[in-house]
């Protein structure tokens, strides 16, 4: 077992495992994506910390226990059509990847887009990269079985809503400074809203994000 792989079990067992994440599904998939190759070459020997860790533009590859939570808590299925806002690094949407059909994951940076694309290849037509501002979704694949948003929203974006399929499940970080982690799940009652867990994230851009016109407007 190389260097690499060791810490990447040990990640899972310690990081994850031992604090509660217990889908089988999150947990195989976190043993198998790389993340030493999503990280700068400066850090790779932090890979596998407990920590979020920088990836330039201001903004991070999250906590590889929050993406292992986040993950699970999206209730993915082989065949789920998932939707990532915040596609930073690649890591997660290739972690996203390896249990549902399709993912679809937007990026408002365009220079870290263009790398994810590039890093994901080896993916295929599992994992389309789309350079903008996910705080309106990508209504061109909607609906999606679940929506994860890897950046701290004012609200819960409306177009995030709309474009969640029936069944589907929807997770963020709601707030500003500590977050709530929030789930949105649309049942035949209606959407049941849960808070799972303080987090802290960096801020959701564009017209549904901090300053956007569309949470200013409401
Ligand atoms: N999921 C990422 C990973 O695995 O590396 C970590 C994401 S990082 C914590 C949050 C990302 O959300 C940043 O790359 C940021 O540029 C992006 N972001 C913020 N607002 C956005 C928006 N409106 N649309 C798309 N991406 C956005």
């Known amino acids: 077992m190389s260097d690499f792989e060791q810490r990447r079990h040990l990640m899972v067992d310690r990081q994850l495992v031992a604090r509660g994440v217990d889908d089988v599904r999150v947990i195989e998939a976190m043993r198998r994506v790389h993340r ?109 079985d679940a929506i994860v948003v890897t950046a701290a929203a004012p609200d819960i974006p409306p177009p995030l809503l709309d474009q969640l399929d029936h069944g589907g499940r929807l997770v963020l970080p709601v707030g500003d400074g500590v977050e709530q982690l929030v789930r949105v799940r649309r049942t035949d009652e209606g959407d049941v809203h849960e808070r799972l867990l303080a987090v802290c994230f960096v801020p959701l851009t564009g017209r549904y994000g901090h300053g956007g016109d569309g949470h200013r407007s409401g």
Do not use: K, N, W
Request: aromatic residues 6%.
């Open 36 to 144: 030493h190759d999503f990280v700068p070459a400066s850090l790779v020997d932090r890979a596998y910390d407990d920590t979020p860790l920088p990836i330039g533009h201001d903004v991070t590859i999250s906590q590889p226990y929050i993406v292992g939570f986040m993950t699970q808590a999206l209730e993915l299925h082989p065949g789920d059509r998932v939707l990532e806002v915040g596609t930073g690094s690649g890591y997660a949407a290739a972690v996203l990847a390896e249990i549902a059909d399709q993912v679809v994951t937007v990026e408002s940076i365009a220079p870290l887009a263009e790398q994810a694309r590039e890093r994901l290849t080896a993916c295929g037509d599992r994992i389309e990269v789309v350079s903008g501002d996910g705080s309106v979704g990508h209504p061109a694949r909607a609906p999606y």
